[in-house]
């Protein structure tokens, strides 16, 4: 009898836990085509950066302007990591997802921080060795039922998005031979689209799609051509193979178009004397065929880079009136300095505007960029150029708001020494062959960082928020008539979107901000989240900024936080 009852009680148990996760399974809303086609307008954040624009604005303007000082933080997670936190929360219904450094995701409800599941990707047996600029992690990706993650041992995950439970996953390179992931993957008409890091390694970068429902590659697409291939002929014999460039960032998608916009990082190795030629597609935008992945057409912003300006910044879709005449344009802010408009139609340059100082890149001919011969190094010759190589802007993005037509950009002020090294390519190794030093930009001592809103019309400057520490966070616009970032001071900032006034910041967090800010709504509520858990390639690779006891004293560890009001 004594066991008897013991089962029944078991039984009623696992009735009710299965009562209450059919309620929680049916209290969650697929994640459709539709939706994502519609995520500009969704009360979720169903994607890094909110919609396939990449725009990082959202239509919500119940926190305004008129009563952003009344934000209050309503709920907070503590992490167990000590490096860097970059990822946003994404959002569906009163379900939000955040990851951490290392491949942890957690799953929470949005509203009260209640905690869901956890999951922790098993690293225990990889190294990390060639995972460049710290461990970090940029978020997930929403699907039907599951979501999606890219790993630093380059494999996607796909989980449960209610349960956690593991429903594939699938390894697209070995670990720790010169390639890892660390971008939020984009899902479009049913694929899992993730590009590869490896740039500082000589891993020959590619952007894949995998079937959503099963992991299955569908399309592979290389950012260095082969030389039989469209733009090989523009690299020296077999340098194809090491030549880097990584495709590490979300991109874009036009559904009208059914076009991918998605960046390519720096050629490998660093040292242009060893690899003469344009060296395509590195330090490009490539547009990319959705179903097959194929080329349409590229705009490199720095040919035959040699100063690791990457061009894996997101591209913005917007439209744009330059002189007079309509285009339909992409937009970027380039780590080489200069802010980009282009005809997402064709790939021709509308125009480029200078956001820092800017040496390397010294103009343009024909549509194309010119690079200052004085400014490049080889073994016998430094040179001091600027933007260094952290970039004028890095991977943090930039948010397009449609009311106020400007884009809002988070920004650097450095320079760099930078000299020729010998190199030969060895798999697993760094492959760089140059030295290099981060230091102050004269033109702004004692400004290591920036805040500037820029009219997307003319890419002229309208106001801009100077920093005497780095700002390395994203933005985030809102129809509230704010733009919300953070600060490495620990301070999350809400500015005047038209003028740049500070409108509300919170209380100090408990360290440096680097996580990307979104926004939600919930039962009518709007929430805005934020992770404090300074980090990245900062104070890694940061020279002098990283050796200024400001910025050494930032303090570590990654916490998310929740604001309301």
Not at 17 to 22: E, R, S, T
Request: charged share 20%; with cysteine.
């Amino acid at each position: 009898m004594k066991r008897l009852t013991i089962l029944r009680k078991t039984a009623l148990i696992v009735a009710l836990l299965a009562v209450v996760g059919g309620a929680l399974a049916a209290d969650y809303a697929p994640v459709t085509d539709a939706r994502l086609k519609a995520a500009a307008s969704d009360d979720g954040w169903l994607m890094y950066r909110h919609d396939y624009t990449s725009s990082g604005y959202s239509p919500f303007d119940t926190i305004n302007a008129g009563n952003v000082g009344g934000l209050k933080q309503v709920w907070d997670y503590k992490t167990a990591f000590e490096q860097g936190h970059e990822s946003p929360a994404i959002v569906n219904g009163d379900y939000l997802y955040i990851t951490t450094p290392k491949d942890e995701l957690v799953a929470f409800q949005a509203s009260t921080g209640k905690q869901l599941w956890r999951y922790q990707h098993d690293l225990s047996q990889v190294g990390l060795k060639t995972v460049c600029c710290d461990v970090v992690n940029r978020g997930v990706a929403l699907y039907g039922n599951d979501v999606y993650m890219a790993t630093l041992d380059n494999y996607v995950v796909a989980l449960d998005a209610v349960t956690g439970k593991l429903q594939w996953k699938k390894q697209l390179l070995a670990a720790d031979e010169g390639a890892a992931m660390t971008l939020a993957p984009l899902i479009v008409k049913g694929k899992v689209i993730v590009g590869l890091s490896g740039g500082e390694y000589g891993a020959r970068g590619f952007i894949t799609a995998l079937d959503a429902k099963t992991g299955k590659q569908l399309w592979k697409q290389y950012t260095i051509p082969a030389p039989t291939e469209p733009g090989g002929k523009t690299w020296p014999k077999g340098a194809y193979k090491t030549g880097g460039g990584g495709a590490w960032l979300t991109g874009t998608y036009d559904a009208e178009s059914d076009t991918l916009f998605w960046g390519v990082g720096n050629p490998g190795p660093w040292l242009a004397t060893l690899r003469p030629g344009d060296n395509l597609y590195t330090d490009s935008v490539i547009a990319m065929n959705q179903a097959t992945g194929k080329i349409k057409w590229n705009y490199q912003y720095t040919p035959n880079d040699t100063w690791d300006y990457d061009g894996t910044n997101e591209t913005v879709l917007t439209d744009i009136d330059y002189q007079g005449v309509q285009h339909k344009a992409i937009v970027s802010a380039s780590r080489n300095g200069w802010f980009y408009a282009i005809d997402r139609t064709d790939g021709k340059l509308i125009y480029a505007q200078k956001f820092v100082t800017a040496t390397s890149v010294s103009g343009f001919k024909d549509g194309k960029p010119v690079t200052d011969p004085a400014m490049r190094p080889t073994i016998d010759k430094e040179v001091f150029t600027c933007p260094s190589f952290l970039g004028g802007k890095n991977w943090w993005p930039i948010s397009v708001d449609p009311k106020t037509h400007m884009a809002y950009i988070p920004a650097m002020h450095t320079c760099m020494t930078i000299k020729g090294a010998t190199v030969s390519y060895k798999a697993g190794l760094p492959f760089l062959g140059e030295s290099f030093k981060v230091m102050a930009d004269p033109a702004f001592k004692g400004q290591w960082g920036d805040v500037i809103a820029m009219d997307l019309n003319t890419g002229k400057k309208v106001w801009n928020h100077p920093s005497e520490l780095p700002w390395n966070d994203g933005m985030l616009s809102t129809a509230g008539g704010l733009v919300f970032s953070g600060g490495a001071d620990g301070f999350l900032y809400a500015f005047d979107a038209t003028t740049g006034a500070v409108k509300w910041k919170s209380p100090q967090l408990s360290s440096g901000i680097i996580g990307v800010p979104s926004t939600w709504k919930v039962d009518g509520k709007q929430f805005i989240g934020i992770y404090a858990g300074w980090g990245g390639a900062t104070p890694i690779w940061g020279g002098d900024m990283a050796k200024d006891p400001k910025v050494q004293n930032i303090p570590l560890g990654g916490h998310f936080y929740v604001f309301s009001i």
